[in-house]
């Protein structure tokens, strides 16, 4: 039994041992054994044992014991709330007792022979929100749990639920309980929705499909074959961007990209070299140009080249379409189906037709993949990064696709089906509540008094259905996608015109724009190439403006214009800040250019706080920024260190940390004696048990995506002052991401469950 004086080295070791046996492989029922085993002798509990979540039956299923009968593995279930393990799961809280049998969630189970144990301590096993299981410990004797037992427990818990897979620890084929038991995987929901279809395999790697043999003709025909194939490859990437735009500026980018890359005279020049040098047909001169163009992408260490993999072998399928290749790589039939790959790529992903396609499954990916962004602009449902999907699953199986929550069933139950059914209604009438909610109180009114809400748009494409949800003004006019759409720089002319047709739409409102936010994973394929091993924290935002003032000048002259012309009230804002010299040189340069325009009247010039240092500073920000945003996407990467995008640690990218918690409110409590205002702008603010917690620490000026609009809206009527206040005291006091999920979703339960689901 461990002692209040135990010694943090053993804390230290247990942990390091923990680490190394789930990092040890050999199955993960293997693991899960061996860490039972560790975690029982040396912390000296009688009894260690780990619970998953059966989330088709919303049970809590015992996946491994060291203590309790081993029989008993796989056959005890527990509602939630059922027991003091259930009472964990339902609350996704800790609970400690010394004597367990006085408590009045205590149930026994006979099977696991627990009747001569006294104290008991859980922990829940939960990641990115969602609940995974509950670690639990018992001991023999009454032990009072020391609070040192309970960090460590809840360390050991996010060691445990960073690695655990549900479906390979729950019953599933060939086990005595339920041998036809669904199993569920795993992955990054990127695409809402929910999708039902038998499985086909898609994207064979397309390294290894190459062109058939065919003969060579002569180098000039050659060189004219592979001339007209180009151009009709181009003609299809600027084909499919502009089918693409109305779904989002990120989705037709992509294919602007391909036809940049495919006009590109080096890439044409070294085919052509290859076809004269080695007399080979057109086919096979593309075929091997591209594949050691991608072969040393590959090698290389930069994250942006490798990046570029997927693009280039989409180059190469669609100029060997144009030679007249078949790759074999569409989707053939007339049913729906559920497409599961290794990868897919854009151009694969482009081309499923919508009305054939339930969902999309790959074992690769990550939220910004591009894979993702088409899926979301075409309303797929997509799930990604699901480990070993092709080995565990087979062509034919019947898949249910969740791209909310990350969950794959395969051969799902007639249970599991009719509770997605009932979600699905569910999130239906949860759409029309939301719609009676802000008839009976707004009033006609987007959100309540006193708290602003705006839309986030890229492109002119977007504006109709901002107009259609009733919103006024943009909060965020992200003018990097206009860029990304272009062959070469813009001229004023054309960028001039792009404003004034986003602030013609909103004359009677505002209109913020930040300013090009070039770098990190968004680069434009006219500009000089940023090669760098970290591109996140590298040249991008303000610091690639600063060095290039005709761009930030241009962007300035061009604003000013359009708002003149339209007359609409706009302001100007700057993306990354890191330092307040940065600011007045932005600001500086800024009036410079406006009073050589002849623009005396300036519009308000801020500044988008996303950066950690900013936030020890805010003090010397105010004098020369004339509001603020927050931009939590990049606040919350950068407070955390957590690449979004890299899969092995994506996990440990968590809002509800209460490091980002405090950030939030110093913002709001730091600026308040300034006046400046403040709002807020990413991912945090469209999300409703996101927005509620800015809510209660005292942000009032949302901008969202155009499909929460209503639901954010509603949020701010239901919610007041009262009771914010509280939950904010409340937020403060928390220790744990997990406590800070349990009280948003605890609150938003009781004043608007309706936007649970959403």
């Not at 050999?26 to 029982?40: H, K, M, Q, S």
């Not at 939960?126 to 509950?134: D, T, W």
């Not at 969740?402 to 759409?431: M, S």
Request: hydrophobic share 45%; charged share 25%.
């Amino acid at each position: 039994m461990p002692t209040r004086e135990m010694e943090e080295s053993v804390y230290l070791q247990v942990l390091r041992d923990t680490a190394e046996a789930l990092a040890s492989g050999g199955g993960p029922r293997a693991t899960f054994d061996r860490t039972v085993e560790i975690l029982a002798r040396r912390l000296h509990f009688d009894v260690c044992s780990i619970y998953v979540f059966d989330p088709t039956r919303r049970e809590l299923v015992l996946a491994a014991t060291r203590g309790l009968a081993p029989a008993s593995v796989g056959r005890v279930r527990m509602k939630l709330g059922e027991g003091l393990t259930g009472h964990v799961g339902e609350t996704e809280r800790p609970v400690f007792v010394s004597e367990a049998r006085d408590d009045p969630h205590f149930k026994y189970f006979p099977e696991t022979g627990e009747e001569r144990f006294h104290s008991f301590g859980g922990v829940p096993l939960s990641r990115r929100g969602e609940l995974l299981g509950v670690l639990a410990v018992q001991t023999e004797r009454v032990h009072a749990f020391h609070t040192n037992d309970v960090f460590l427990l809840q360390a050991l818990a996010s060691q445990v639920a960073s690695i655990l897979d549900v479906s390979t620890l729950l019953p599933g084929e060939g086990d005595e309980e339920k041998p036809s038991a669904p199993v569920c995987l795993i992955g990054l929901g990127t695409s809402p929705g929910i999708g039902m279809a038998k499985a086909i395999v898609l994207g064979q790697d397309p390294m290894l499909l190459s062109p058939p043999a065919e003969l060579f003709s002569s180098v000039d025909e050659e060189k004219d074959r592979l001339a007209k194939a180009l151009e009709k490859a181009v003609e299809r990437a600027l084909s499919t961007a502009d089918r693409l735009v109305d779904g989002g500026a990120e989705a037709a980018a992509i294919f602007r990209a391909h036809a940049q890359i495919l006009r590109d005279p080096r890439l044409r020049s070294r085919i052509e070299e290859r076809i004269a040098s080695d007399r080979m047909p057109a086919s096979q001169a593309v075929d091997r140009v591209l594949r050691e163009t991608v072969e040393t992408f590959e090698a290389r260490e930069d994250p942006f080249l490798r990046d570029s993999v997927h693009d280039l072998l989409d180059v190469r399928m669609q100029i060997l379409t144009g030679l007249g290749v078949d790759l074999g790589v569409e989707v053939a039939g007339e049913e729906p189906v559920v497409v599961m790959a290794e990868f897919l790529t854009p151009a694969q992903t482009a081309s499923l037709d919508r009305s054939l396609v339930a969902g999309i499954v790959t074992e690769h990916g990550s939220e910004t993949s591009h894979a993702s962004i088409l899926a979301r602009s075409r309303g797929i449902p997509a799930v990604v990064a699901v480990p070993d999907l092709l080995s565990r699953v087979r062509r034919g199986d019947l898949l249910l696709v969740d791209g909310v929550n990350g969950f794959v069933f395969v051969n799902p139950d007639p249970d599991t089906i009719r509770h997605y059914e009932e979600r699905r209604l569910a999130e239906e009438a949860a759409a029309e509540k939301i719609r009676e909610e802000l008839a009976r109180v707004g009033g006609g009114r987007p959100a309540r008094d006193g708290f602003r809400l705006s839309v986030n748009l890229d492109l002119p494409a977007q504006v109709a259905p901002a107009r259609r949800v009733g919103a006024t003004s943009v909060g965020l006019l992200r003018t990097e996608f206009f860029y990304m759409r272009q062959r070469n720089w813009p001229t004023e002319e054309k960028l001039e015109g792009y404003f004034r047709r986003i602030f013609h739409a909103f004359r009677d409102g505002e209109v913020t724009v930040r300013l090009l936010d070039l770098g990190g994973e968004k680069n434009l394929p006219y500009a000089e190439p940023i090669r760098e091993p970290n591109p996140i924290l590298g040249f991008r935002s303000i610091r690639f403006l600063l060095e290039h003032p005709a761009v930030y000048r241009t962007q300035i002259r061009t604003i000013l214009a359009a708002a003149a012309a339209e007359r609409t009230a706009v302001r100007i804002m700057v993306p990354m800040i890191s330092a307040p010299w940065e600011m007045r040189a932005a600001r500086e340069l800024f009036v410079e250019t406006a009073l050589e325009g002849g623009h005396e009247l300036l519009p308000p010039f801020g500044m988008m706080i996303e950066v950690p240092s900013v936030l020890y500073e805010l003090e010397h920000y105010a004098p020369v920024s004339d509001f603020f945003s927050v931009g939590t996407n990049d606040l919350v990467q950068y407070l955390l260190a957590v690449d979004r995008d890299n899969e092995q640690v994506k996990n440990y990218y968590n809002p509800f940390q209460p490091a980002v918690v405090r950030a939030l409110v110093r913002i709001v409590d730091d600026l308040a004696p300034t006046g400046r205002p403040l709002a807020v702008c990413g991912e945090m603010a469209g999300r409703p048990l996101s927005a509620l917690a800015l809510l209660a620490l005292g942000y009032r000026d949302f901008s969202v995506r155009a499909r929460v609009f209503h639901a954010i809206g509603a949020l701010t009527f239901a919610a007041d002052d009262a009771f914010l206040a509280g939950l904010r005291a409340e937020l403060l006091r928390l220790d744990s991401d997990e406590a800070v999920a349990w009280a948003l979703r605890s609150a938003l339960r009781t004043v608007a469950p309706y936007l649970l689901g959403v």
